[in-house]
Each structure stands twice: as structure tokens, then as C-alpha cells.
């Protein structure tokens, strides 16, 4: 089973960025979107989901007692661990623009562009056979309003009536699901 963030952990792990929590909220957003850029620039899919594989991460070794003197050089480490072990499970990647030469033609964008319009398509027809809530649940999960999102789970998790790690545990089993109906219609498509 997985590990899960707890609100115990999350608040060791914010103490790392800030004394103060606000501040502390602010520092973590601001690596968040670093490492998600991290991930997202080396062609992997799914790359949220590598981000919070890290913070989840570094707040499991927290709970456990390790000292972390420097919680961003700490959370590029474990980003770059987490980011060799998604290399080598290729159903996690994708090809990059960055991955090929620089002197790109115009069939290679074109093909770039195809990729991607066969990648949103996929997003979008497994996206639909989730139920509607479901549906609702997770897109405004990761809604790209990143400044507020530990605010807007809470108060996700506030609507529905559950704990926060709950509503992190259903996020994460609609994210799998959706991330494995992705995969098999890229196959499918591909054949």
C-alpha cells in the first residue's frame, strides 16, 4: 500500500521551508512548480504525479526522524531518484520535443504536434468514461491554479466530507486509472 501525506507530515514537512506556514506554503508552491517543470522537461508523463511522488517522499523520511539541513538540494535528489526509476518503466514516458536533435524540420514538429493531438485525445476519451464525479473530482484536483492548491484540496476535502489524505488516496486511484486507460489507447492507436 502506499505511503500517504498526512496533515502530521505535511505540517514536518513545511516547518522545513518556513517557520512561519504562510511563507512556509508559499516556498513549497514555488518548488512544486520546479519540480514539475523538472519532470515535464525530461519527457515525463504524468509529471504532477512524479512531484508528489518526491514530496511524499521527503515527508515519509521526516516522520521517520532523518534531519534534512537543506529540504531543496534533499527534494532534487529524490526528484532525480524518482526520475531514473520512471525512465526505466516506459509506460511512464514520453517523447519530448527536447528529446530530439535541434534542427527540427517541419515534418518532425508536425509529428510532434500529431503526438500530442493523439495523447489529448486518449486524455479526453478516458477522461469520459470516468463518472461524472469522478470526473469532477479529479480535474479540479489538479487544476492549474497551483498558488492555492493545498487551500482548494482542503476545501475539496472539507465539500465531501472527508480527510484530506482520503481525498489524496482517491485522487491518486482515479490518476492510476486514468494514467492506464491513457496507455492502452496509445498502444491501441499506435497499432
Known sequence: MNWVLTEESLGKLLDCFDADHNLAGEKYEDLRRALSRFFEGRGIFFHEECTDEVFDRVARRLVEGVEIRNIYSYCYEVARLVLLERIKSSEYRNVSIE????????????????????????????????????????????????????????????????????????????????????????????V
Open 99 to 190: 528529446a530530439h536533435n535541434s534542427d527540427l524540420s517541419a515534418t518532425d514538429i508536425g509529428d510532434e504536434l500529431a503526438e500530442m493531438e493523439r495523447r489529448l485525445r486518449c486524455l479526453d476519451a478516458c477522461l469520459q468514461q470516468l463518472p461524472p464525479e469522478s470526473r469532477l473530482l479529479i480535474t479540479e484536483y489538479y487544476q492549474d491554479d497551483r498558488r492555492n492548491r493545498i487551500t482548494r484540496r482542503q476545501s475539496m476535502a472539507d465539500r465531501l466530507g472527508i480527510r484530506r489524505d482520503a481525498l489524496a488516496n482517491r485522487a491518486q486511484r482515479l490518476r492510476s486509472k486514468l494514467e492506464q486507460c491513457i496507455v492502452r489507447c496509445l498502444k491501441k492507436d499506435a
